[in-house]
């Protein structure tokens, strides 16, 4: 629930994960913590299983063995009509978008609402401009087609999609790729101006160093099948892994950690 | 709000937002969540009173998201529009800078205007443009196919033979199977509608004559076409339709491949060599349908069949048959691939193009065949 005044406690709880994929194993053991209000980032090489984590956590795909928690909820084994009102309360911002290209930009966003409430059409036709709004759109686009869309503003409509239910958690799939600097930076304020002012709590699997030293609390690194670390972006950059040490001492990571230390 | 069940016991169950009013001082209660308004009247608020001066008391309010943060600006503004002034008191920091929020966004988004849907004489008018515009364009797709033909002719080895024979298996042999049941299946129905005619008149060795006759020149190669248009040409469709959106067709562009080189001509080549074939085996099983019928029903038994199907059955008609089915073949790849070309979007565009490659593949082969009766009589080559 938004701004709710409940004491710091876990929203996500990954515990002892396995999935795989014919014989190749994703993750194993794997064990993920995410408490109220904070912003979370996965990062890890390609193909250390970031998205899988994530779909595994939105009811996409079913783990091999293992237990996640959301809201408290076991969801493995869960039934049809608990997983129903269960994903009324996330929101899940796809890597592509994945706004129906059908549907104009208002009538995506108002989909899950019409699914999910009893608002007559003229509310949630207001409801679906102010999450239109909200994520940073002009009102024209509404009318348009998720076609007519360039890729930051198909980024936006898909957000105000994922905010349509004002959900508590919010799901990002590599938000800020294929953006503009301007445009990522301001994506990257967005969703911290959400998380305050809604108290959301954002899980995001991005490679966008800027993002992670702008706009996250804590930064899970995914490796051998696990979590292999899990802190403020600060220390994180100090573990001594080689694989998180070689993720972020590129240029490129020691670039980002200037440039946000000279920010601060 | 659904409740009961255990496992929500942690998440609140949302309280109605409402007022309670007292004289021109308002509280708001509640939880002013998507849950929480459903049930929310904003006339309760504005019957209430009729005051000039209005004071809103935030200290009920439990918990506020973006669309209670929204109700309330509504029912704020209709209040400024009555006349009243709005003063608010004990609102929360938190829920202000909400209220804030959601005001500045609505703001900058500002409003939109609704698109005017163009009159009837418009509507008819793009229309009418867009069928012409898509016709000389299928036309232009027709010539550079047969463009592409012809570089092919001068570079033979350039041609991609692995793609053709991909495509002979899964147009051609993969087909073989329903192409069988079906032609068999017609010539069941036709020998068994005939037969009965014929048995009144007791003329049923005629039977040959009919079966032979309607299959081979024009049943069994409308039936494959017609299978082989919903089965392959909608296929095509799609597989082009959507390397379109992927941008694959673009990334052949730039390596430097002609889309049609690649994505076309093996199809188009692959079809003509496979339908004719197609309809060949389609020819035997539906005599073979035919034959088994007329053993049934009109105590023609195989041989005699056999005996009288060269005599009633010139080889003209025959290759009258087998010789439409390339035609066919070539409207169906062309229709398909050129559907294929003109997806623009998303997954509706796909769906929408395969339906339309479809049916203007088997009504085209459909006014073909007309076209071929009308020609070939008129030479006189039916018999």
Redesign the interface.
């Given at each position: 629930?938004?701004?709710?005044p409940a004491p710091a406690d876990a929203v996500i709880v990954v515990h002892g994960l396995q999935t795989r994929f014919g014989a190749t194993i994703i993750h194993e053991n794997l064990d993920f913590t995410v408490q109220r209000g904070e912003i979370v980032a996965l990062v890890g090489g390609s193909g250390s299983g970031k998205t899988t984590l994530l779909r595994a956590i939105i009811l996409l795909l079913e783990p091999t063995a293992g237990s996640i928690q959301l809201?408290?909820?076991e969801i493995i084994g869960i039934s049809e009509s608990?997983a129903f009102?269960l994903r009324r309360?996330f929101g899940m911002l796809f890597q592509q978008g994945a706004l129906?290209?059908?549907l104009t930009v208002r009538e995506n966003v108002a989909m899950p609402l019409r699914e999910h409430?009893?608002?007559s059409i003229r509310r949630i036709a207001?409801?679906a401009?102010?999450?239109?709004?909200?994520a940073?759109?002009?009102?024209?686009a509404?009318?348009k087609?998720?076609?007519e869309l360039s890729g930051g503003m198909l980024k936006r409509a898909a957000l105000a999609r994922s905010?349509a239910?004002?959900p508590a958690l919010l799901f990002l799939d590599e938000p800020t790729a294929g953006l503009d600097p301007v445009s990522a930076g301001a994506f990257d304020e967005l969703v911290v101006?959400l998380k305050?002012?809604?108290g959301l709590t954002v899980v995001m699997v991005t490679h966008d160093l800027d993002t992670l030293w702008q706009a996250t609390d804590r930064v899970a690194f995914l490796g051998e099948r696990r979590v292999i670390g899990y802190a403020p972006m600060r220390e994180l950059t100090r573990a001594q892994h080689p694989l998180i040490q070689a993720y972020f001492e590129g240029p490129r990571g020691r670039a980002a950690r200037e440039q946000s230390c000279k920010a601060r | 709000m659904?409740g009961g069940?255990p496992?929500?016991?942690?998440?609140?169950l949302?309280d109605r937002a409402t007022f309670r009013c007292e004289n021109g001082a308002c509280r708001c209660e509640g939880?002013w969540?998507?849950d929480g308004i459903?049930d929310f009247d904003p006339r309760e608020l504005s019957s209430s009173s009729s005051a000039s001066e209005f004071t809103l008391d935030g200290a009920g309010i439990q918990?506020?998201?973006?669309?209670g943060a929204?109700q309330l600006l509504?029912v704020i503004a209709d209040l400024e529009r009555a006349g009243c002034t709005v003063r608010w008191v004990n609102l929360r920091e938190?829920?202000q800078?909400?209220l804030e929020?959601?005001k500045e966004?609505?703001a900058?988004?500002?409003?939109?205007?609704?698109?005017q849907p163009p009159n009837r004489l418009e509507q008819l008018g793009r229309r009418v443009a867009f069928q012409t515009i898509r016709t000389i364009e299928f036309l232009a797709f027709i010539g550079e196919a047969a463009a592409s033909l012809a570089r092919l002719a001068v570079h033979p080895q350039r041609f991609r033979w692995r793609a053709l024979f991909s495509d002979i298996e899964t147009a051609g042999v993969n087909a073989l199977p329903i192409v069988a049941l079906l032609a068999f299946m017609m010539g069941i129905v036709i020998a068994y509608q005939g037969g009965q005619q014929l048995q009144a008149y007791g003329a049923n060795i005629f039977i040959v004559e009919l079966v032979a006759l309607t299959m081979l020149r024009e049943l069994a190669p409308l039936i494959t076409a017609i299978i082989v248009a919903g089965r392959t040409g909608s296929a095509y469709t799609a597989q082009i339709g959507t390397m379109q959106i992927t941008e694959e067709v673009d990334a052949l562009r730039t390596i430097g491949i002609r889309p049609m080189d690649l994505l076309v001509l093996p199809k188009l080549l692959a079809l003509i060599i496979a339908l004719p074939l197609l309809t060949v085996f389609a020819d035997a099983l539906s005599v073979f349908g035919g034959m088994v019928m007329a053993q049934a029903l009109l105590a023609v038994s195989f041989g005699d069949f056999l005996d009288r199907f060269p005599q009633v059955v010139t080889p003209t008609s025959f290759l009258l048959g087998v010789g439409k089915a390339p035609v066919f073949a070539a409207i169906i790849a062309l229709v398909g691939c050129y559907q294929g070309f003109q997806v623009?979007?998303?997954?509706?565009?796909v769906g929408r193009q395969t339906t339309v490659s479809v049916v203007q593949s088997i009504f085209l082969v459909i006014a073909a065949d007309a076209l071929f009766s009308v020609v070939l009589g008129g030479v006189g080559l039916w018999r």
């Open positions: 629930m938004a701004l709710n809201f408290g909820q608990a009102r309360r129906f290209s059908s409430t009893r608002l207001e409801i401009d102010l999450k239109i709004a909200l940073g759109l002009p009102a024209d509404g009318n087609l998720p076609r905010l239910l004002d101006q305050e002012s809604l | 659904t069940e496992w929500i016991a942690n998440i609140p949302a939880d969540t998507l459903e918990t506020i998201d973006t669309t929204l509504n938190e829920h800078a909400l929020l959601v966004r609505l900058a988004a500002g409003t939109a205007t609704a698109p623009r979007g998303g997954a509706d565009s």
